[in-house]
Each structure stands twice: as structure tokens, then as C-alpha cells.
């Protein structure tokens, strides 16, 4: 669509408003008491990615919508040295980063820079992010679009959306999508609201997950305002736009979060980013739906066994708790108490009655109530039974493997058993295939057991892939590793290689070379460094 067709539909909204129903305004509701809150809105790109407004207009808008914080989440790959949270206009600032993984969008939220590019496998880029002290969103998972949709549901991640703005409008019809465009003008929260739908599927996997480990969830804006050009670029991100619709202040009147804060907010930036991301690390955040009725009040409380949800709404209201997943009460009261059965999960959702979606967006979703023992939850380092067969392969022979621009050497002083140092340089320019790997001819030695095992470190903090090679096909199977400068011992797990590219799973008895590879996955073009390899055996 041009220009110019867009700008006749806005036009003609005008002549046809009249005839169109517009959806209704925010039901006003009293303030209730409740303690600290900030109302802010996740998951905004401005113009350093592929939005269309600079943070400071961003931040201008969200203070017209009445936000006390926005977080920025722009493209990148963890390398950015994020800006320093600041207030402006009276909004705080919080610069987060939204990376690409192979299974789909991880936001990283107080992240500092990376000393590496975050790429690659999820588990791979949900374990960086957590060792860096960042606490990561998994977005947009359910998208209809595969490229956006996220695919790897045991990666442990931390949170995830359980709404999305952009998810919500790709799934509703064209007409429906045109029937907006005219409303937009007149009511635009309101509008932005009528294209919500509960999104069934998401939230069920939610529940499901949180019957085995905590997962804090919220919704996300998914701001770019912009629209135009649909398609994805290369990376998966959508360019180019012709309307600044919808606008940023729009998508942040029409939902937001509230964090619960131990005390309010004040004018130090940095230590009221600090609470609020302590606060969602918990799950002591909530959404609402302004959009629907405003101000949105819920206290969601346990005393013992005794649960408490409350709101500010009085007719017409509805809360329903869930008990791993399952609907436990329902009550249209705007106050409902319950005893817990037992052990469980339990969240609540509030509705009113009127509200758009098929099926009802709830007004208020809750994040999890966990009645469960203290240790529940915890993953236990993963336990590797004592190998009954180990060989030493330390021995080699080694060799090394590059693309034409790079370099690579290897030295092994005391042969066999001694470390192996390789020595590599990735050639400059732009990401290309650059690579050099460490490779050594293993024959059958892997057939018949279950992992390798060596102790490494590196020249800095890096990851490198540590890759099995079938002789014939040239197929490869890989699984990447951190490695820094205190020497760490490692161990990969034959059943948790998987394939480089489309292919079989592993099949250890047809691989006769080892390689460690470093690429520009997660190292930068032009990279010079060393990592040692010590003590390579293979196990059962
Ligand atoms: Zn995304
Ligand atoms: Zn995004």
C-alpha cells in the first residue's frame, strides 16, 4: 500500500466514524489504597533499532500516558554498553536489549555490556545472560509468524510474555484490522484494546511451566510505532514503516505493568532501576488492561494457606484463581478468599464484563502465588554418575582447520599428555564464515561412550563449539561452551550435541574428528586470543 492509499483511509475515517461504532472509553474507577506501585510499560523499540522515535520522545510519551518507567529493548547482540538508566520527563529510563537466539527473541533486562556477542543456541544465550546478572524475557513466543515464534521450551529461561500487542493484531482478520485503522484516529488505546484476545495457548504453557519451576510473566507493548512494510529483514526484524501508528503513547495508554515496590520511587535513577528490576525478578509485577477500566488495583496475597485477591473495581467484575493452571474459584465479587487445597501454583486473572477479545481479555492477570516447599523448583546441578570407562585422547594428533583470511596454530609442548594451546586470529571485515578451529582425529574412540570431557581456558571470555565430524558426509554436530581465563573443567554430553544446519541426531560411532571451533557466532570479526585444551578424554 502507498502513501497515499493510507493517508485516503485515515481521510476517509472521517466521513465514516459516524456510521462506526467506536469502542467505549476506560471505565473510570476509584483509586483504592494499596502500597508502592510503578506503571510502566516492557519491550519499546525506538530509533536505534527499527523504531520510530528517539528514547527522549519515547519517555515524552510515556509521561503523557501517565508512565513511571519504560523499558527500551532495541535490537542488538549484548555488545552496546547499555545507557545508564536516567529520568526524563519524570519517566525513568531503563535501556535493556532484545537478542536473536535460534529458537527466537531473548530480552535481556539489566544486562551489562557483553564481552561477547550473545548468538546462537538459547540454552547457550539464557546461560550467558544469567551468569552476566541479566534477567531474561522470552517475546513474542506464540507469534504467527515462525521466524518471531520462540521454539526451545526447555531452555530456563526467566520470564516470558504471556501478551503481545504485535502477536495480538497478526492474528485478527483484514477487515477487522481496516475496521481499527478508522477507529484509531478517534479512540486509540480503546482500539489498540479491541484487538485483544486471551491469549489461550500461551498462558497455558505458562501454567504448565510454572508447575515445575518459577517463570515471572507480563505483557509487552512490542512499541515500534510504526506501520508499513511488514516483511522481516535477514535478522528477523521488520523495516521500513509509513505511519507512525500506532503511536508509542497509544500502545502505553492502552496496557502497562505494575510493580510492586518495597518503597516508592524517589530521583535516583540508578537505584529505582535497581528495585524495579529486583521486583520483576521476583514476580511482583501484575498487567492490566487501561485500556478497559483505570486505575487498576490488585492485592494478590497468601497468609498460610489463606488467599487473598482484591481489586478496585465493584460492578461487574469478576476473579478467578487458577491452581496450576485450573480454574480453583470464581467469584463476581470484587474481593475473593480462599483456602488453598494444597501445594500448588496459583495465579489469578480479573475480568469485566464487557471486555473486547474472543475469548474476554482478562483485566488483570497476576503472576504466581508459589505453595510449594522451600527446595521445590531449584534445578540441582546436573549430575554426571562416575564414569566407569574414561579414556585419555589428549594425545592427538591435532591439527588445525581455518577459512582463507584467518590463522591458526597449535602447540602441544609435552606430548602426548600435555596441554594443547591454539593460537587464532579470525580475519576482519564483515561477518562471513570467518572461523579457525582446533581439530583432532579421534578414530573410533567416541563409539560407545556418552560425553567428552577436558579442562579449558581462553586468552578472555568466549565460547567456542565444540564439534564431532562424520569422515564421509562432512556433517557436523556441535555444542557450544563458555570458557575464560580460570581453567574450568567441561563436559559435553554426546545427547545434547545436536546438528549443524538440518541433520540426523548424533551418532557418535560415525565420528572420527573432534574440532573446537571459534566463529563469528559469538566472536567478533578480527578476534586475536588463545584457549588450552587439557586433559581430553572420553567417558561412559
Ligand atoms: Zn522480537
Ligand atoms: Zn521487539
Redesign the pocket.
Known sequence: MSRLLIAAAILAAAFLCAALPLPAPPLELPAAPSGPTARGSF?I?TNRSDGSGSPDEVAAAAARAGLNFIIL?D?GDGTRKPDPPKYRDGVLIIDAV?LSTQAG?YIAIGLPQTPYPLRGDARDVVDDVRRLGGFGVV?HPDSSKPSLRWHDWNADFDAMEWLNADTEWRDEGEGQLLRALLRYPFRPAETLASLLDRPDSTLARWDELTQRRRVVAFASA?AHARAGWMDDDANGYRSGWLLKVPSYEASFRTFAMRVTLERPLGNDAVADAGQIVDALKRGAVYTAIDAIASPAVLEFSAAARTLTARTNAAAGVTIVLRRDGRILAEQPLPTLTVEAPGEGTYRVEVYLSGAPGNPPIPWIVSNPIYLRPETWGTSSPAVVATPTITRGIQGGPWHTEKDAGSSAAVRQDNYPAGPVEFTFRLADGERAGQYTALGIGVGKALTERTHLAFTARASRPMRISVQARHPQSGDRWQRSIYIDTQPRDVLVKFAEMTPVGAGPPFDPSLADTLLFVVDTTNTPAGTAGTFTIENLRVER
Open positions: 519491550h523499540h529493548t535490537h532484545e527473541h517475546a512490542d
